[in-house]
Nanobody, 121 residues
Framework: VQLQASGGGLVQAGGSLRLVCTTSENILSINAMGWYRQAPGKQREFVASITNGGYAMYHDSVKGRFTISNDIAKNTLYLQMNSLSPEDTAVYYC????????????????WGRGTQVTVSS
């Protein structure tokens, strides 16, 4: 699975961005896709995921602000990010094809190149 993320950029606090991730395969054949992010000097962290059945999960810090969705016909994953804050500044990575490590914790086999999101105060 090849993943190509785009849509990052510079936005003021309170603004919105939509990240887009396109794949080379039918996303219904992928058990789950999602987004991770890595801020400067910090470890990568889970942001959101969605299964091929449409079940979505979010990190507590983005609940109510971010929405993950997909377009099956376009083999595309989205992350709508609203009410952005400087704490959301990070490189965002599109991920796919997960395996469970323990209940509620997964490892993703496929990672795309990141897209930079910068939120100014």
């Amino acid at each position: 699975v090849q993943l190509q993320a785009s849509g990052g950029g510079l936005v003021q606090a309170g603004g919105s961005l939509r990240l887009v991730c396109t794949t080379s395969e039918n996303i219904l054949s992928i058990n789950a896709m999602g987004w991770y992010r890595q801020a400067p000097g910090k470890q990568r962290e889970f942001v959101a995921s969605i299964t091929n059945g449409g079940y979505a999960m979010y990190h507590d810090s983005v609940k109510g602000r971010f929405t993950i969705s997909n377009d099956i016909a376009k083999n595309t994953l989205y992350l709508q990010m609203n009410s952005l804050s400087p704490e959301d500044t990070a490189v965002y990575y599109c991920v796919a094809d997960r395996t469970p490590l323990r209940p509620g914790v997964y490892e993703y086999r496929r990672w795309g190149r990141g897209t930079q999101v910068t939120v100014s105060s």
